[in-house]
């Protein structure tokens, strides 16, 4: 009851609004300059990505009957329905995946307690200088218990946390130096010290985090309109539409007049897609006639792995984190470095020796029983998500393409796959997207429009969101590769 009442009382402040302000299109007689003394927030850009067109969005209440069981979960697990959710509902398979190994690590039975879980959130996200995640996890921390006063600043944290940051701040930009005495460390502090089940539970939380930081920039969404940088007091420019409709919410401009990506032409992208098609036809029947040696294979991924550390944007700049954000973390100077630069050389991680299927998957499992399992699950659908479309193409086999991206992710953490010919990775995805790749894994808080306009310019919106699904989740493997061979290491 208490909901229709706010509801009619929310129409009549709009109707009341919008006779008082008036304009010609809705017969108003009232001055337009009329002051009124009532600051009214409003939105700030236009739908759940500052990427993606809103009307390219799926529209809450026009859902089907899956997607709106997708979002009445959601809703119930967090209290809101997200911009994240808003963006992976391009893909309900996957988005179902998610929201339950989430809700599991957040809100159900676990070696940590529930406001530990969010202040390890807001210290993951904080790394990435992702102020979206954290002001969600502030929220969400104080609803818990939380103390204030932990917000003030990593410092004032217990000091059980406060050691976690080495491990946070490693596992975020340089996991390949993980080694057993980071976790000897924090096992054998003391009065201070983490169990081996809570240390797999955080592990968890941190690169859960990492990951979806990834997810956040390299979609571009936008803040929640109950946080900072996601409203505004200030009215907006009315030349183009009826002041009506900012009351009704309906002030999109026109997504389609920019194109950040430079003039290229409709003819243009679509032979990158017929190039890209005929890239893969060669490739597989090159597979068919002849197998690369293992010798060969090492070979050329090595020249993968240098080449990976060229890669670069022309808009790579130093982003100074901004106060609120770099107080859950310590020494913000410290961020990516290629692992091979100054000389400086680390053994390949080879998944034949320590993968998650063999190892990592049972390790999680049995200090952390099911939620081995749904990681595992929403790797799988990560990797093998297809709908056998590419841009305009219907009926096409992509795993040859969804293995690149993934390897090539792998690659660039140092990871070998021993029976993939990485000769492919050149052949399937070029410089620009390379930039995009590289970008959104490990400096995720430098993606721009312009990166993400600039790659597969003629595929689908939905098809960009999937490519950052595959990155996300072979980041979170690999950074968990590195952690649970660690713990391993220290087990023996």
Not at 368 to 388: C, M, R, S, W
Request: with cysteine; proline share 3%.
């Amino acid at each position: 009851m208490r909901l229709a009442t706010a509801a009619n009382e929310a129409y009549t402040t709009s109707l009341a609004v919008s006779e008082l302000l008036g304009c010609k299109q809705c017969g108003g007689a009232r001055n337009q300059d009329e002051e009124l003394g009532i600051r009214i927030p409003r939105p700030l850009g236009h739908g759940p990505s500052r990427f993606i067109p809103e009307k390219e969005i799926l529209q809450v209440g026009s859902e089907d009957a899956q997607m709106h069981a997708l979002f009445a979960d959601s809703f119930a697990a967090l209290g809101r329905l997200d911009n994240i959710t808003l963006v992976m509902v391009f893909h309900p398979q996957y988005l179902e995946s998610f929201l339950k190994t989430q809700h599991y690590l957040l809100q159900m039975d676990g070696p940590l307690p529930l406001h530990y879980r969010h202040y390890i959130g807001i210290m993951a996200a904080a790394r990435h200088q992702c102020s979206y995640l954290v002001n969600l996890h502030v929220n969400d921390f104080l609803h818990v218990g939380g103390d204030p006063k932990w917000l003030n600043g990593l410092e004032n944290a217990p000091q059980k946390l406060q050691n976690l940051g080495e491990l946070n701040k490693v596992l975020a930009h340089r996991p390949w130096l993980i080694t057993k005495e980071h976790i000897e460390g924090l096992l054998k502090a003391e009065e201070h010290s983490w169990s081996l089940a809570e240390l797999v539970h955080a592990v968890v939380l941190l690169t859960h985090y990492h990951s979806l930081a990834s997810f956040t920039f390299g979609c571009g969404i936008s803040p929640e309109i109950h946080c900072d940088g996601g409203h505004t007091f200030r009215p907006p420019s009315v030349s183009n539409y009826c002041i009506c409709d900012i009351t009704n919410g309906n002030h999109n401009v026109d997504e389609m007049q920019v194109n950040s990506a430079g003039n290229v032409s409709v003819s243009d992208s679509f032979f990158e897609v017929e190039a890209l098609m005929e890239k893969m036809k060669q490739l597989q029947e090159c597979r068919d006639e002849e197998v690369a040696s293992q010798e060969e294979k090492a070979s050329r991924f090595e020249i993968e792995k240098r080449e990976s550390m060229c890669v670069f944007s022309s808009d790579d700049e130093e982003v100074t984190p901004a106060r609120d954000v770099s107080r859950h973390f310590e020494d913000t100077s410290y961020g990516y470095k290629d692992f091979s630069r100054h000389g400086m050389h680390v053994p390949t991680f080879r998944v034949q020796d320590y993968c998650w299927e063999d190892h990592g998957y049972s390790l999680v499992n049995r200090l952390y029983p099911d939620v081995g399992q749904l990681i595992d699950e929403k790797f799988h659908i990560a990797y093998n998500l297809t709908y056998n479309t590419m841009a305009m193409h219907k009926d096409v086999d992509t795993s040859m393409l969804r293995r690149a991206i993934w390897n090539y992710i792998h690659c660039m953490f140092g990871i070998r796959y021993d029976d993939y010919d990485y000769g492919e990775i050149n052949q399937l995805l070029d410089r620009s997207f390379k930039v995009y790749i590289k970008t959104v894994v490990c400096t995720p808080e430098k993606v721009t429009k312009r990166m993400y306009d600039s790659f597969w310019r003629q595929f689908k919106h939905s098809e960009k969101v999937h490519v950052n699904l595959l990155l996300i989740e072979a980041r979170m493997q690999a950074e968990l590769l590195y952690a649970l061979r660690a713990i391993t290491r220290y087990m023996t």
